[in-house]
């Protein structure tokens, strides 16, 4: 099976910077195209942005500008970086590992993605 475990969560003041890793262990990590998600209480779980297969990096509209994604397939680690951070980036943030999303395309739906982390929080102060 492929695990995903996030970490580099926590608590930030609103204006500041945090980056998020997601190591996975099994399976074939480039065979992967990869997505972050997040959940507020009370909301269902929102896309955040993707990373292929070959690289190519997609975001939510309202983040675009603000979160970066990136991966380093050496290290089987994806990473998601976030700036300018505003309360209603709190958040439980997810990574997700999908193998039938097709080659070259990503998934802004949860259930198109066949792995899941166990989430880290990431809580942003006023």
């Known amino acids: 099976q492929v695990r995903l475990v996030e970490s580099g969560g926590g608590l930030v003041q609103a204006g500041g910077s945090l980056r998020l890793s997601c190591a996975a262990s099994g399976g074939t990590f480039t065979s992967y195209s990869m997505g972050w998600f997040r959940q507020a209480p009370g909301k269902e779980r929102e896309f955040v942005g993707a990373i292929t297969q070959s690289g190519h990096t997609y975001y939510a509209d309202s983040l675009k500008g603000r979160f970066a994604i990136s991966r380093d397939n050496a290290k089987n680690t994806v990473y998601l970086q976030m700036n300018s951070l505003n309360p209603e980036d709190t958040a439980v943030y997810y990574c997700?590992?999908?193998?039938?999303?097709?080659?070259?395309?990503?998934?802004?739906?949860?259930?198109?993605?066949?792995?899941w982390g166990q989430g880290t929080q990431v809580t942003v102060s006023s």
């Open positions: 997700a590992a999908g193998f039938s999303i097709l080659p070259g395309s990503y998934s802004q739906k949860a259930y198109e993605y066949d792995y």
